[in-house]
């Protein structure tokens, strides 16, 4: 009989590129499916329109005749393109959106029905929220739990269903998702860096922050898939032995696209462009059937929503074309991992992209005291910023070579260098006779523009200066990345209230306001300078120069994680009402329960596959074996038969070595796993799960993968590395 593997490579031999039909030029069905800015103008009244751009604009709230005007303009236009149901769609702290569909229709006592959705239904529901994790906060028995529209984020179309983004607070007010702190963090970004921007332009008046990912994935045949238990259960391989040829030869990166992931590709294309998601960029990754895409940069909030819808797209478009995608940072062992790139900027009212040097001396006394304040805000939280990365799949990946390692510097390339080195070297800013007032401002160097567009690549730092934004590389493939932006936010916008603390003090003692920025500024270059690194961040030297220098290195989610509790964090936090200490605390509960669960969810697969696919596949090839040798022993004589089976007899002998090993090391898996799952304390609890459960499966993994390669392929039962990897 055929194994479901063999079943499963004869459907992959029949693939074909899926044909993709463009509905028409891009331009035509750009953003078609969402509920924006022209949509608005066409359907609203003026004065309706105005009041929502303000409150978008502003953040303050709209007035009910207004929210009733909108929700019968929502309606009316989603019903046009089809649309039966309307959803609130948010981010739970599962990490997946969540979505609970209402139809329109209301029956009417005539026996008839009419479509109905009101300004109330468009700003707030009250799903029964209670299987959302809560981390203690909202106990079962009350249930309740907010989800209130968030008119800065597009509502659109998908399924029939009109989805109004949301965030998501419990009864008592508490945040259950990730919009909510993203949403308080750019406030509290907006306010800090708008004040020291006034320093240097008046007409600035509001601060956004600026995000473009790059989203890598890996492709898989589905039907490969279903025949891996594994990456069903856990999205990733527990066993599989390398294959032959993999990334050694590093010629799927920037390849030529194979025509089954290329026809996906487009059709992601048009499906995101009719959202609204503004898909740039497209090409191999280093990894075989890995892959990469890329938006333009949008506004923090905006970009994050796209990018969880862009996720969910990526899985719903590839049914289409028999695709399953994995967003797990480490799919296979032994070959690259997934992560999600954040490119982050902030933006002004003006139009000033505030990372980017400017021409003149004084745009760049600008640009280095923006530069200043984010060094020093990553050396003073860097030990944050790494905790909000954490999970257990990018625990596989940071530090492994292939991605940054868990310790955060930051890499500002040759010129940038130089200039802050300038900046230190100049002396102290002192008021002489009121003259030279604008002489250290016209020595700033000046970044020659054309340098920075080929800024020196450091592939292997985690914080990047990348020519006019910073890339952020250390973030998980499958990570909702609200989290690493609401932490980058909420310490820069924490720095520079510092910095305009200390600057205003000191005009305040007569200095000039010059004098004082220049000051403070060259003061925070020499005091990160430790957390500044040009050097090759994989390389062991790196790890023991950072030790010196003092930077945390939380090689794993339960080392990592305990920094968001802790009073520095809290304090942080509360100050810029992001999070308060009860949802800091509820946070970090859920997040050490899910790192749990996955290990425990990851031990059952193995052992259940190593009991019930790998051992009964051995011990059939081993008694094949044996029948063989007790064969040849029958006819053939003594002498030539001990010549003759030794290897064959070796072979019998490695496999029940193999064997033996399995059954006991699964034996202890389960046992380890008995006594971590009786602890009550979660912090312990990990740990516990790290060092006894996790700390067990390399092993049991090596001896199954050592049997892949003894055993008959015929009989072998998962499909095997070169198969999953290189799509036909
Ligand atoms: P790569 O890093 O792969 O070379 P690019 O540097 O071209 O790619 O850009 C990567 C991402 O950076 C894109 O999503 C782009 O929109 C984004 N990006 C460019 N400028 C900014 C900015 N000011 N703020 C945030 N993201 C930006
Ligand atoms: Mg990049």
């Not at 907010?146 to 008119?151: I, K, Q, V």
């Not at 025509?259 to 009719?274: G, V």
């Not at 300038?422 to 008021?431: L, N, Q, S, V």
């Not at 034996?667 to 008995?674: D, G, S, Y």
Request: with cysteine.
């Amino acid at each position: 009989m055929a194994t479901f593997r063999f079943i499963a490579l004869e459907k992959t031999l029949e693939r074909k590129a899926v044909e993709v039909q463009y509905p028409s030029k891009v331009s035509d069905y750009y953003g078609s499916m969402t509920f924006n800015q022209s949509v608005m103008h066409e359907y609203l009244t003026e004065e309706a329109y105005h009041a929502v751009i303000s409150a978008i604009e502003t953040g303050e709230s709209i007035e009910r005749k207004v929210t009733d005007q909108v929700a019968s303009a929502m309606k009316a236009w989603a019903m046009a393109k089809g649309a039966t149901h309307y959803t609130h769609w948010f981010h739970p702290l599962t990490g997946s959106t969540a979505e609970k569909h209402d139809a329109f229709i209301n029956p009417l006592s005539n026996g008839k029905a009419l479509e109905h959705f009101q300004g109330s239904q468009l700003i707030q529901q009250e799903p029964d929220a209670s299987s959302f994790p809560s981390g203690g906060i909202r106990s079962t028995f009350e249930a309740r739990g907010y989800t209130a529209w968030d008119p800065t984020s597009p509502a659109f179309i998908l399924d029939n269903t009109l989805c109004i983004p949301t965030i998501f607070v419990s009864y008592t007010g508490e945040s259950l998702d990730y919009k909510t702190p993203l949403l308080k963090s750019m406030a509290a970004l907006d306010q800090a860096a708008t004040g020291v921007c006034r320093y240097f332009d008046k007409n600035i008046t509001k601060v956004y922050p600026t995000l473009g990912w790059e989203q890598e994935y890996f492709l898989v045949d589905e039907a490969l898939y279903a025949a891996r238990p594994d990456l069903v259960l856990t999205g990733k391989t527990v066993f599989g032995h390398a294959s032959a040829k993999d990334q050694q030869l590093s010629d799927h990166y920037f390849g030529t696209i194979n025509d089954r992931a290329l026809a996906f590709m487009q059709d992601l294309e048009i499906e995101a462009h009719k959202l609204g998601i503004p898909l740039k960029t497209r090409h191999n990754e280093v990894a075989p059937s890995q892959f990469e895409c890329a938006p333009m940069f949008e506004e923090v909030n905006v970009a994050v929503d796209h990018n969880q819808l862009l996720m969910h797209m990526l899985e719903k478009v590839a049914l289409k074309h028999h695709f399953k995608v994995l967003l797990h940072e480490k799919p296979y062992a032994g070959i690259n991992g997934s992560g999600k790139h954040n490119n982050w900027s902030m933006a002004t009212n003006t139009g000033v992209n505030l990372l980017a040097p400017g021409k003149t001396s004084k745009d760049n006394f600008r640009f280095v005291t923006i530069l200043a304040n984010i060094l020093m805000a990553v050396r003073e939280y860097e030990e944050l910023l790494r905790a909000s990365v954490a999970s257990e799949g990018n625990d596989l990946r940071l530090g492994a070579n292939e991605a940054p390692p868990a310790v955060i510097s930051v890499f500002l390339g040759k010129q940038v260098t130089e200039t802050l080195d300038e900046i230190e070297r100049m002396p102290e800013y002192k008021e002489m006779n009121g003259h030279n007032g604008h002489h250290v401002i016209k020595n700033i160097p000046k970044i020659p523009e054309i340098l920075l567009d080929n800024t020196d690549r450091n592939r292997t730092s985690p914080f990047a200066f990348t020519g006019n934004k910073f890339e952020f590389r250390a973030v998980g493939s499958s990570a909702n990345t609200a989290k690493p932006m609401f932490v980058l936010n909420t310490i820069v916008a924490e720095q520079m209230t510092k910095f305009k603390t200390e600057v205003d003090a000191m005009i305040e003692n007569g200095m000039s306001k010059d004098a004082a920025i220049f000051n403070v500024v060259k003061s925070y270059i020499i005091a990160s300078r430790d957390i500044r690194f040009e050097g090759n961040s994989y390389s062991a030297e790196w790890l023991e120069e950072a030790a010196r220098r003092g930077l945390s290195n939380n090689r794993n989610t339960p080392d990592a994680l305990p920094t968001f509790i802790s009073e520095k964090s809290v304090s942080l936090f509360e100050k810029h009402h992001v999070l308060n200490r009860t949802e800091l605390e509820a946070r970090y509960e859920i997040k050490l329960e899910k790192y749990i669960k996955k290990i425990q969810i990851e031990a059952r697969v193995l052992g259940d596959l190593a009991i019930n696919h790998i051992l009964p596949t051995a011990i059939q090839y081993q008694n094949r074996l044996i029948e063989n040798a007790k064969g040849l022993q029958d006819v053939l004589d003594s002498k030539t038969y001990v010549q003759l089976s030794r290897n064959q007899l070796n072979t019998i002998k490695e496999i029940s070595e193999h064997v033996a090993e399995i059954k006991e090391k699964v034996t202890e898996l389960i046992e380890a796993r008995k006594k971590a799952n009786v602890l009550e304390d979660l912090t312990k609890k990990a740990v516990v799960y790290r060092d006894t459960v996790l700390s067990r499966f390399a092993d049991i993994r090596g001896h199954v993968d050592k049997l892949e390669l003894l055993v008959d392929d015929n009989l072998w039962p998962l499909p095997k590395y070169r198969e999953l990897l290189f799509i036909k």
